[in-house]
């Protein structure tokens, strides 16, 4: 079974550091990854996604995100934090899973807070 | 251009009862997923329509059930309500019907069960 852990339930970073939030996943073949962030009382806003390629991949707002796969991570990261950032965010995996079936796995959240 | 629209924002149900919520995806989408947010928890699973079929569930019981109408719209029917299923029903849509697609979501509609 496919998992996705967000060892941090929360990270705390000054106004203007770089962040980074981490995941780690597990599955069986190639993955595709996702990452989200979450408003209060609101949905989930798409931020990037990897396919294949390049690892670092270019997202919304100025996030990237690096994909490691000898570490099986992908990291969420922006160079300079705002204190807009500040929100849950949510790492996914997609794998095959058989039977012309892709699975979709959720993190369980990282709340990001940006201190001014 | 659109995006996910959810009705109702709120919702009260006492134990046994039966709600429907509702999903209009973003334009030019066809496919649509439900997924249930518990609090403190990431979303979970619960099924795909596309072609106004069912074409891939999650590990939820029969309680919950799904209809996608010909305009892609969908509704998510939950009976016989259990003070567990109180959680944030998030909506999603795709333009494709693959789980590997990006899933653009609503704003969700938060079911509190009494």
């Known amino acids: 079974a496919q998992s996705v852990a967000q060892p941090e339930d929360q990270v705390n970073v000054a106004e203007g550091n770089p962040l980074t939030v981490k995941c780690t996943y597990s599955?069986?073949?190639?993955?595709?990854l996702f990452w989200y962030v979450q408003y209060p009382n609101r949905g989930l806003q798409f931020l990037l996604k990897y396919i294949t390629g390049d690892n670092l991949v270019k997202g919304s707002y100025g996030f990237e995100a690096e994909f490691n796969k000898s570490q099986t991570s992908f990291h969420l990261k922006k160079p300079s934090a705002l204190v807009s950032d500040s929100a849950l965010y949510f790492c996914a995996v997609s794998a095959y899973s058989g039977a012309g079936s892709y699975q979709l796995t959720f993190g369980k959240g990282t709340k990001l807070s940006v201190i001014p | 251009d659109a995006g996910v629209t959810q009705s109702p924002t709120h919702l009260i149900k006492t134990r046994g009862q039966q709600v429907t919520l509702r999903c209009s995806p973003k334009s030019g989408h066809d496919t649509v997923s439900w997924y249930q947010q518990a609090l403190g928890q990431g979303p979970q699973f619960i099924f795909q329509y596309y072609e106004e079929e069912e074409r891939q569930r999650g590990n939820f019981p029969d309680r919950f059930s799904g209809h996608q109408f010909p305009n892609y719209s969908s509704e998510l029917n939950v009976n016989a309500l259990l003070l567990g299923d109180s959680a944030l029903y998030l909506c999603?849509?795709?333009?494709?019907?693959?789980?590997?697609?990006?899933?653009?979501f609503g704003p969700g509609t938060r079911l509190t069960v009494l």
């Open positions: 599955v069986s073949g190639n993955p595709y």
């Open positions: 999603a849509s795709s333009g494709g019907a693959s789980l590997a697609d990006t899933q653009y």
